[in-house]
């Protein structure tokens, strides 16, 4: 069997042909065992094309042996295991069988599972000595992203002997990873995890302060996966209508921190000037602007959003909003981008008679406007 094994398969078809000469053998999971025990690399290209991704989502015994080779006491073994799982997380179908393949009747191991792949992501990102951190902030993003598998992922990191408050903290803790991981794609798992309402009522909890701690990630220079995953999250939780008023009260003061990324170093009047809230005032002349269009735009979706009310579009208004869009709009070259900007703007600029409607999702727009409006922004775009 050694002799077997003397070189380590590099190519998906020797992978494919070990592993049926392994099946017909009876020996599935010596595949991983072996290469675990004389301390190799987990050959990536096994994971890494689409034929041997598929192999191994038809073998929830290899996925299994691939979660307990993660949390091997060789850092090399326990990494390549991670990247391996990075790769097939990546898709939905991969990331659904992670997180339900190994029950025969298609359900989930339970929480207590030493072998759970969320609880044990979860346990890396908490250990401050882990070298795997990172590897397993990407996993969870990676199984996040699928709206079908939220709830479930929400459920089992509150089941996992870590609170959820726990994990923003060790988010939003600079250097709390002794090991050098950034843990950055929390952000983008928080973004995807905002999708489920249970997520956004822990984070908009008004007795507690959690939205808060994440509010000066949008800033956040280091990292535009980070930056971009707190966006995402924010955005989502603009969606709530019925917590806009807290949201741009004090308490919260989202306004600026949507504002500022996509403020510049332009000098405006005093009058003009002191609408602004305080952090959008007499900015220096090195200021810029968010230089991710994909950032800029999820900024635009959430300012929209925190226009439904008419109380959140007067405490707009009053706070110059429109000034720092319309400085904006002349700098922004992506139409996709300009379109969104435009769209606040529209309403901003609009009076309450005009607009006619407390709620703007109250107003009832006929079908076939709808369509004509439709079509005007793809048109837009395309110009």
């Known amino acids: 069997m050694l002799e077997f094994w003397e070189d380590v398969p590099s190519d998906i078809t020797d992978w494919i042909k070990c592993i049926y000469y392994l099946e017909c053998n009876g ?7 072996v290469l675990m025990c004389h301390n190799r690399p987990l050959d990536l290209g096994l994971t890494g094309t689409e034929d ?36 097939i997380s990546a898709e939905e179908l991969g990331s659904r069988s992670l997180l339900f393949s190994h ?5 989930a191991q339970d929480a ?34 699928p709206s079908g598998n939220i709830e479930h992922v929400i459920l089992l990191i509150e089941k996992c002997g870590f609170t959820l408050d726990q994990v923003v903290s060790v988010f939003t803790t600079q250097g709390y990873n002794r090991r050098g991981a950034n843990l950055h794609y929390l952000g983008p798992m928080f973004s995807n995890l905002s999708q489920s309402i249970t997520f956004r009522r822990f984070l908009m909890d008004h007795e507690r302060c959690i939205i808060q701690r994440l509010l000066p990630f949008t800033e956040y220079e280091s990292s535009h996966v980070r930056r971009g995953g707190i966006v995402g999250t924010l955005r989502n939780c603009c969606f709530d209508i019925e917590n806009h008023d807290w949201l741009l009260s004090p308490k919260v003061d989202i306004l600026p921190c949507l504002l500022l990324p996509l403020a510049g170093p332009e000098e405006f009047e005093d009058t003009e000037m002191d609408k602004l809230p305080p952090e959008l005032q007499y900015l220096p002349e090195s200021k810029l602007r968010e230089t991710d269009p994909d950032i800029r735009k999820m900024l635009l979706e959430a300012l929209i959003q925190l226009c439904a009310k008419r109380s959140s579009r007067e405490l707009m208004r009053e706070r110059n909003t429109y000034l720092i869009l319309r400085e904006f709009h002349k700098w922004e070259k992506d139409r996709t981008v300009l379109l969104a900007c435009e769209n606040v703007v529209d309403i901003l600029i609009r009076t309450e008679d005009e607009i006619g409607e407390d709620n703007i999702h109250d107003i009832d727009v006929p079908l076939e406007l709808h369509q004509k409006f439709q079509k005007m922004d793809e048109d837009f775009i395309k110009d």
């Open 27 to 33: 020996l599935s999971l010596v595949l991983l065992m």
């Open 52 to 87: 041997g991704r598929c192999m191994l989502l038809r073998r929830p015994c290899l996925l299994s042996a691939l979660i307990f080779l993660a949390q091997d006491k060789s850092e090399s073994i326990a990494k390549e295991a991670c990247l391996a799982i990075v790769n």
């Open 103 to 107: 029950d025969s009747k298609g359900t």
């Open 112 to 145: 207590d599972s030493d072998n759970n792949i969320v609880v044990v992501m979860i346990k890396m990102i908490m250990d401050p000595d882990s070298c795997l951190a990172d590897h397993a902030c990407m996993i969870l993003s990676n199984l996040t992203r």
